[in-house]
């Protein structure tokens, strides 16, 4: 039986989350005024997601040693501290090493924060999961849409940086939170198990799931609107402000696949929201023209949207003594896809034209559908194993 979740924890994930959003996306928002502050070449530039992703990377790897020897508060406490820091390196220096490692100590915080919170939540949630976990990664979304908006009012006053001004306040208050509240001691309970980590065909699959899946989600959020500059139509809606409804449709969809996961299961609801992102993707392939092409957006945004948070819940059924070690790989592996993804579009666009996006999402859904076809079987398998053994003790005890 799971422990019970309070709902300040809850919270706490909430506005973390919300606030992660927010941070990750003002940075891009606000790239061209980085460049010219920092006096960046478009590579160096390149570089912020690279070093954004190993501050993520590095926060994975150190998980467990640091939570051993400072628990949970103590290293949300540390996490708050590097991320102070960070933005102390970002809006107070002109120097592009501190930048970069500004943004490093930033990427090491939101991994923290991320990695535990998601752990806990579904640790600790009695029942509800799903719906839980969607709603913290919506306000994800929340904040991803909140950024351009503070990133536009701080250009209006004049200075770029007063954009991290309310991420600042939002910190600080996410610090008050960790310090009122009692965490239970989930991740001790993980620890002491006996069962060693088994990293099979399950995990492997699990890891491919995770890596592939950027190419979705990252590339849709930011490769859409070159797509819209070069094979759009502008007199629709101006490519700057086209991605806005990939995140709208996206955050709409965290708010209510959770509870849709919750009522058909975790494996129902991934495998028809993969053969729906399939579908529409092999449509935008067949039918080339701007309302099918921003329609197709709209509703990846919507079948992206419960994807990660509930095939977080999934992995955490195949290895439920073991939550905590397969989020940090989850976030290890989207991490290390995040940089390679990207890159890989790249390439793809510089050879073939931007024209290859959808069919980069049609082969990366028939890629994720394979996966989650294997997953399940081997759930089904999990299953009548577990019930065998009940039968046999039941046998065992008349």
Not at 31 to 57: K, T
Request: net charge positive; aromatic share 14%; hydrophobic share 55%.
């Amino acid at each position: 039986m799971k422990l019970m979740l309070k709902n300040k924890e809850f919270h706490l994930g909430c506005l973390a989350f919300f606030t992660i959003g927010m941070a990750v996306n003002i940075i891009f928002s606000l790239l061209p005024d980085i460049r010219d502050a920092f006096e960046l070449s478009y590579a160096e530039a390149g570089n912020v997601m690279v070093v954004l992703q190993i501050g993520f990377i590095i926060s994975l790897i150190a998980r467990t040693k640091l939570l051993e020897h400072l628990k949970m508060k103590k290293l949300l406490f540390v996490a708050v501290g590097a991320w102070l820091t960070g933005i102390g390196f970002i809006i107070l220096s002109a120097n592009k090493y501190f930048l970069y490692a500004g943004i490093a100590f930033s990427g090491f915080s939101y991994g923290t924060f991320q990695n535990l919170l998601s752990a806990y939540i579904v640790m600790a949630s009695e029942r509800n999961t799903g719906k839980r976990v969607s709603l913290m990664n919506a306000f994800f979304g929340i904040g991803s849409i909140t950024a351009p908006v503070m990133a536009s009012m701080a250009l209006a006053i004049g200075n770029w940086r007063f954009g991290y001004v309310p991420i600042v306040i939002l910190i600080l208050i996410l610090l008050s939170m960790v310090s009122h509240i009692q965490f239970l001691p989930v991740f001790e309970t993980e620890n002491n198990t006996k069962e060693s980590f088994s990293f099979g065909l399950t995990f492997i699959c699990i890891s491919l799931f995770v890596f592939v899946y950027p190419m979705t989600e990252f590339t849709a959020g930011s490769w859409f609107s070159e797509y819209w500059h070069v094979l759009g139509d502008e007199k629709i809606v101006p490519y700057s402000m086209v991605t806005a409804f990939f995140w709208l449709s996206f955050t709409i969809g965290r708010l209510i696949a959770g509870k849709i996961a919750d009522h058909i299961g975790s494996m129902s609801f991934m495998l028809g929201t993969t053969l729906l992102f399939m579908l529409i993707s092999a449509i935008w392939v067949k039918i080339d023209h701007p309302i099918v092409a921003l329609g197709s957006l709209i509703g990846i945004g919507l079948t992206l949207a419960g994807m990660f948070p509930v095939f977080l819940i999934q992995a955490g059924e195949f290895f439920p003594k073991h939550i905590g070690t397969i989020t940090s790989w989850f976030y290890f592996f989207l991490s290390v896809g995040g940089m390679t993804s990207q890159k890989f579009v790249g390439e793809m666009a510089e050879i073939y034209g931007i024209g290859v996006l959808p069919l980069i999402f049609l082969g990366s859904s028939v890629f994720l559908m394979m996966v989650l076809l294997f997953l399940s079987k081997e759930r089904k398998r999990m299953v009548q194993k577990k019930n065998s053994m009940y039968s046999l003790d039941q046998d065992s005890c008349d």
